[in-house]
């Protein structure tokens, strides 16, 4: 099951030599497959960006994806971009740049539209109880939107121990994204 680690100011700082040295420490303890640079807040987005696909670079296994911004995603050398579930007419041109996309998703309305417009993968949100994200769908919604799509789906949303881990992994989704899984 694939890894998608999820950053977050909290927890990673906006500080660049403290971020670096946080999210390389992260990097190798838990060796993620993928990795989102997510700062909402920060008036020095590009900058930490930039350092945060660097620090991806120095894993040859993990795949560096900025958020929101496409054609930064693209300046920076990214391997993607993940699109809010306001962004479905971004793919198109994240497609045409070369970008791999995820896109978040609440509903499986956005699933299957998303795998329509050509995503690569979703995120598809509150599996678990998570702060502020409202009622979580659970593993067993999970289950019924696998029955119904082809598209690469990450679980978000409340993972936070390994017990969360295991009821995703039961269900055979494509893997798990998380912020405090990661930290």
């Not at 930064?72 to 070369?98: P, Y």
Request: proline content about 3%.
């Amino acid at each position: 099951m694939q890894k998608y680690l999820i950053t977050s100011r909290q927890f990673y700082t906006d500080t660049p030599a403290i971020f670096r040295n946080i999210l390389h420490e992260q990097m190798q303890k838990h060796m993620p497959d993928y990795a989102l640079y997510r700062d909402k807040s920060n008036h020095n987005y590009a900058i930490q960006a930039a350092h945060f696909v660097e620090v991806c670079s120095q894993f040859e296994s993990i795949k560096s994806f900025i958020h929101q911004h496409v054609d930064m995603a693209k300046e920076l050398n990214a391997t993607g971009v993940h699109l809010t579930s306001n962004q479905f007419d971004e793919i198109e041109h994240a497609k045409e740049i070369g970008l791999e996309i995820i896109i978040s998703t609440h509903t499986h309305k956005e699933v299957l539209k998303a795998q329509k417009l050509g995503a690569d993968a979703v995120t598809y949100s509150p599996i678990f109880d998570s702060p502020g994200k409202g009622k979580p769908k659970g593993v067993e919604d999970l289950k019924e939107l696998l029955k119904k799509s082809d598209i690469n789906i990450f679980a978000l949303g409340g993972v936070v121990e390994d017990s969360h881990v295991q009821m995703i992994e039961d269900t055979e989704v494509y893997g798990f994204a998380s912020i405090r899984y990661f930290y």
